[in-house]
């Protein structure tokens, strides 16, 4: 069938032009969105985009369309406050986590956790509730790069990949304080005290090898912005061996609390990010590599303190 052809000059403003094109075709506002996702409709002689854009007066509007088609929606990437997708297929998800939100529950078992919200998203449109398997975490305070499975086979692939230190893990963070080094390693074995802290102690067999590559991306007044490599992934491995050195994390409540602070850090997060992650798709074999942008709060830090 042939397309239809329906145009208006305005005579008056409109809120919305999405409100124009419906008067104009008549068709539900689902159909209208995924007339603009198809490039349907002409605003003053350009294609027009934004279903929200608004309508003034004396603009020409143009739709041409299809009446037997019914043009569905593009969908938008997800995203919410917890986290955004990054990259998703049928075996897996990548999320960039927001700060303030804990990846797993704790003893106390919260139910709103990202692991929540992930097989949230996963569920939707299906008739199943799906799970979502954890690979790896990120603490409640930091924010950045994450992959969830959606099956245990999954989950075993990916997991073993970090066991084998396969997988490339970048952080930027901002400590406390001037870093001497241009750059170096922190190696130690990390073991767990009474209140489920961390820290690196020299008796034999009483903690895991942990390993931290980092290198100084750009000083600052008062602190140091670093790049940071995983070698092994301990809990708290960053925070403590960066508090260790003397110069924790910004922010850190947990680890050296009293050097862990600046004038201008007024966050209530750890000046810590997960940056770049990279891995070996376990199904298809291909190498998955993400990587983000640093978060306003820790721009805007490094805005105000450059030297």
Known sequence: MARERRSTVLV?????IDLVVQGLTGVSRSV??????HGCVILDGSVCKGAGTPALAGATIEVSYDPQCRYKEIPRAFSNNAFSVVFEDRYLIVVEKSAGILTVPTVRKEQDTLVHQVARHFSRGQRNPQKAFIVHRLDCDTSGLLVFARTEAIQQALKQQFADHKPEREYAAIVAGTVAEESGTYRSFLATDD???QF????????KLAVTHFQVTQRLRG???LCVHLETGRRNQIRVHF???GHPVLGDLRYEPRLACHPLWHQKRLALHAKTLAFQHPVTGAP????TELPP???????KTST
């Open 223 to 225: 602190a140091t912005y």
């Open 288 to 291: 998955i590599r993400s990587t």
């Open 12 to 16: 008056g403003d409109s809120p919305r």
């Open 195 to 197: 209140d489920l802290d």
């Open 243 to 245: 508090a260790e050195a």
């Open 32 to 37: 209208v969105r995924g007339m603009f996702d």
């Open 200 to 207: 690196s102690t020299s008796e034999p067999g009483a903690g």
């Open 297 to 303: 709060s820790l721009r805007t830090f490094l805005d």
